[in-house]
């Protein structure tokens, strides 16, 4: 089986065989709390799928904001190291398009970034390996200039994105032999926190 996590937006976990049949799939699209439900969606996915052999883990890089994406590439990580199996990075963005259906014209994936700022990706289709291929890079866009940037492109507004979705993008990238996503996530703009800075030394 492969695990998928995703915070990017809410907090999805699911369960899937190699082939993309759903074992399990659970979540909850509260944008806040990733932290304080990770642990029961990962139980109640496990519980769910039954038994079976979990060989991957699947964790969604973003976009999205850097506490949300933290707590659930953290999360994945940790149980692949537990369990001593590879980690599979996936562009969030992908679970979405994957499920979009009509690839007749390039259309975008637009994504709630927050402080009226929005995340779009724009996709061309799917590729001969089954994963939807990007066609411009994520970029983050105010909310109010979405549609003039897009000019004329379809979009696609994304509230929720489901993990076995990521799943099935990341079962593809290991059947080609590809890799989507490095090891690090896309938060697209810096963390709010800043690191302190040592208090100036006053002279005698």
Not at 31 to 47: F, K, P, T, W, Y
Not at 66 to 88: Q, S, Y
Not at 99 to 106: F, I, K, L, N, S
Not at 172 to 188: H, M, N
Request: proline residues 6%; glycine residues 10%.
């Amino acid at each position: 089986m492969i695990l998928a996590v995703d915070t990017s937006l809410g907090t999805a976990v699911a369960l899937i065989d190699p082939d993309g049949a759903l074992r399990a799939e659970t979540g909850t699209a509260d944008a806040l709390g990733h932290a304080e439900v990770i642990g029961d969606l990962l139980r109640s996915a496990l519980e769910q799928a039954g038994e079976g052999a979990i060989a991957h883990v699947v964790t969604g890089m973003g976009p999205g904001p850097f506490t949300g994406l933290r707590i659930g590439i953290a999360a994945a990580r940790a149980f692949a190291l537990g369990r001593g199996i590879p980690v599979i990075p996936v562009p969030s963005h992908l679970a979405a398009a994957l499920t979009v259906g009509d690839y007749e014209a390039p259309f975008a994936i637009v994504t709630d970034a927050r402080r009226r700022e929005m995340a779009v990706t724009v996709f061309d289709g799917i590729d001969d390996d089954g994963i939807p291929r990007v066609a411009a890079e994520t970029v983050l866009v105010p909310a109010a200039e979405v549609e003039s940037h897009l000019d004329g492109i379809r979009r696609v507004d994304v509230a929720r994105l489901s993990a076995a979705d990521l799943g099935r993008v990341g079962a593809r990238a290991l059947a080609s032999g590809r890799v989507l996503a490095d090891e690090e996530p896309l938060y697209l703009r810096q963390p709010d926190a800043a690191a302190p800075v040592a208090p100036k030394r006053v002279g005698s």
